[in-house]
């Protein structure tokens, strides 16, 4: 059996910035405080994501500035099934140059060895050292850069589902 790890960020992915107007889903957005704040999200992000979590084989790491807290405070508030998943840190990689979430994810890589990997994050499209290591990867690695203040979209959670299914199987 394969495995797929999918690196998932919050801000600008699951709670988009200054979320106004419907979702992506066509919905209005839902509206939660978690705990020290509320979010906008869309309930069908979370309940495909909560499938997603379900396959066999699909290992969920958060790559997020909100580090431990998404798991203890987001995720109760949403109804978003990941208050077990690992969470990668800033720690060891958030000094000196580079992006720390590239630092995190590439030492996630060594200790996990992963077959293939899904990285979600509203500011991949601005970083170009991780592109280009995710180019160099190929086929093993899906990047999806979801619009900040809309989130993951449909198109785009069904890409990931995709590419997980095909990966999997």
């Known amino acids: 059996m394969r495995n797929v790890t999918l690196y998932l960020d919050v801000d600008g992915v699951v709670c988009p910035f200054g979320a ?21 999200y869309a309930s069908q992000l979370v309940d495909g994501l909560n499938r997603l979590s379900r396959l066999s084989g699909v290992r969920f ?9 998404a798991a203890e405070y987001l995720c109760p508030a949403i109804g978003l099934a990941g208050g077990h998943w690992p969470c990668l840190t800033a720690e060891g990689g958030g000094t000196g140059e580079g992006w720390w979430k ?8 060594v200790a996990s060895t992963p077959d293939a990997i899904v990285w979600v994050d509203d500011q991949l499209r601005y970083e170009d050292e991780a592109l280009v290591w995710a180019g160099f990867l190929g086929p093993c690695i899906l990047t999806v850069s979801p619009d900040p ?8 959670l069904a890409a990931v589902s995709a590419f997980v299914t095909k990966q999997l199987f």
């Open 20 to 40: 106004t107007g419907q979702t992506p889903w066509g919905s209005g957005w839902s509206l939660a405080n978690a705990g020290m704040l509320e979010v906008a």
């Open 61 to 69: 790491v958060w790559l997020t500035s909100w580090e431990d807290m």
């Open 102 to 109: 590239l630092v995190a994810l590439q030492e996630d890589l």
């Open 149 to 156: 203040r809309r989130g993951i979209s449909p198109a785009e």
